[in-house]
C-alpha cells in the first residue's frame, strides 16, 4: 500500500520549494534556493530538445504543475507555457527578481511575461530552513 503521505512530503522536499494554484494566481513558496530549484527546472526544460515541439510538456511535484511548449508566453491556472526561447526569458525575469528577493519578501510574474495570461505567478521568499511540504494541508488531514 503506498503511503500517499510520506511519497508527497518526499516530493516536495526533493522538489525544493512548494505550489499551488488559487484563484487565478500560481502561489511558489521557497527558500531563495529551493526557488533556484525552479529556475533550474525551467533551464532544463529549455535545454530538452524533445519539448521543443507544440503541446510538448512535463509536470512537477506532487500536483503534476504542467510547464509546457506553446506558441506564446502565457500563465493560465492549468499551465506555464510558451516558445522554448519565452520560457528562457521567465526563467531569466525569476532569476533576476529572485537575486533581488529577501527573506519575506515576495514578487509577481505577470504581463512582463505573457500579455495573454489568465493568471499570473507569485513567489514567497522563505527562510533558509523552510520545509515545502509544511505548506501542504493535504498532508495533514
Same mark, same amino acid.
Given at each position: 500500500?503506498?503511503?500517499?503521505?510520506?511519497?508527497?512530503?518526499?516530493?516536495?522536499?526533493?522538489?525544493? +520549494?512548494? @505550489?499551488?494554484?488559487?484563484?487565478?494566481?500560481?502561489?511558489?513558496? #521557497?527558500?531563495?534556493?529551493?526557488?533556484?530549484?525552479?529556475?533550474?527546472?525551467?533551464?532544463?526544460?529549455?535545454?530538452?530538445?524533445?519539448?521543443?515541439?507544440?503541446?510538448?510538456?512535463?509536470?512537477?511535484?506532487?500536483?503534476?504543475? %504542467?510547464?509546457?511548449?506553446?506558441? %506564446?508566453?502565457?500563465?493560465?491556472?492549468?499551465?506555464?507555457?510558451?516558445?522554448?526561447?519565452?520560457? %528562457?526569458?521567465? %526563467?531569466?525575469?525569476?532569476? @533576476?527578481?529572485?537575486?533581488?528577493?529577501?527573506? #519575506?519578501?515576495? +514578487?509577481?510574474?505577470?504581463?512582463?511575461?505573457?500579455?495573454?495570461?489568465?493568471?499570473?505567478?507569485? &513567489? +514567497?521568499?522563505?527562510?533558509?530552513? &523552510?520545509?515545502?511540504?509544511?505548506?501542504?494541508?493535504?498532508? &495533514?488531514?
Amino acid at each position: 500500500m503506498i503511503d500517499w503521505n510520506r511519497q508527497n512530503t518526499e516530493e516536495w522536499r526533493e522538489l525544493g +520549494f512548494y @505550489y499551488h494554484e488559487v484563484g487565478g494566481q500560481w502561489q511558489f513558496y #521557497g527558500s531563495k534556493s529551493g526557488l533556484h530549484n525552479f529556475v533550474s527546472l525551467l533551464d532544463d526544460y529549455t535545454k530538452n530538445e524533445d519539448l521543443d515541439g507544440i503541446s510538448e510538456h512535463e509536470h512537477y511535484g506532487p500536483y503534476m504543475m %504542467k510547464i509546457m511548449t506553446w506558441d %506564446k508566453a502565457i500563465i493560465t491556472d492549468e499551465y506555464i507555457a510558451g516558445t522554448i526561447s519565452d520560457l %528562457k526569458t521567465l %526563467k531569466d525575469i525569476i532569476a @533576476y527578481k529572485l537575486n533581488l528577493s529577501v527573506v #519575506g519578501g515576495n +514578487f509577481n510574474i505577470d504581463t512582463e511575461y505573457g500579455i495573454d495570461n489568465t493568471a499570473t505567478a507569485k &513567489f +514567497f521568499i522563505m527562510a533558509d530552513d &523552510f520545509d515545502p511540504p509544511s505548506m501542504d494541508e493535504n498532508l &495533514f488531514k
